[in-house]
């Protein structure tokens, strides 16, 4: 048994695949509000991704605590998970939501300032495509310069 409330899973292993298959093409009397179907890792994931966002360029300095604190206003955070890539000045964070509502401005808005640092928001169900479509790059750009120097632009 995994996940609770409306993501609550059972999940059965069967010794072949005609056993799961009879099992899944089958109504069950006894459990009537039950759906069977072949149990697909992936698909699960994918339907986190459409509550989910990814939270990057954060500083080492802004904690888990801190993060999930800002982010509650936006709705109820169902898990976040902080990681980091090795010789990073930056962490990364993956939080999900109850529902899908709740990153629905992060289709538009792709940043938020917490603790005067600007964070990248991206949806998880974002293709990479999606990703790049709203990303400049600048080069020769002066070692000062901040983003608040930016916004105005």
């Known amino acids: 048994m995994t996940g609770s409330g409306e993501a609550k899973r059972l999940v059965i292993h069967f010794h072949t ?10 109504t069950h009397p006894e459990f ?19 509550w989910a966002i990814q939270v990057t360029d954060i500083p080492f300095f802004i904690k888990k605590d801190n993060l999930m604190a800002y982010f509650k206003k936006f709705g109820n955070i169902t898990s976040c998970r902080f990681f980091f890539r090795p010789n990073t000045k930056v962490q990364q964070a993956r939080i999900v939501y109850d529902n899908a509502d709740s ?6 808005q792709w940043a938020v300032y917490c603790f005067s640092t600007c964070l990248r928001i991206t949806p998880c169900f974002y293709t990479v495509d999606q990703n790049r479509q709203f990303v400049a790059t600048s080069r020769n750009s002066p070692n000062q310069i901040e983003i608040d120097h930016l916004i105005l632009i």
């Open 17 to 26: 695949a005609e056993a799961r298959d009879l099992c899944a093409g089958s």
């Open 32 to 50: 009537p509000d039950l759906i069977f179907h072949a149990h697909d890792p992936r698909q699960l994931r994918s339907n986190e991704d459409l």
């Open 103 to 108: 990153i629905a401005r992060f289709t538009d």
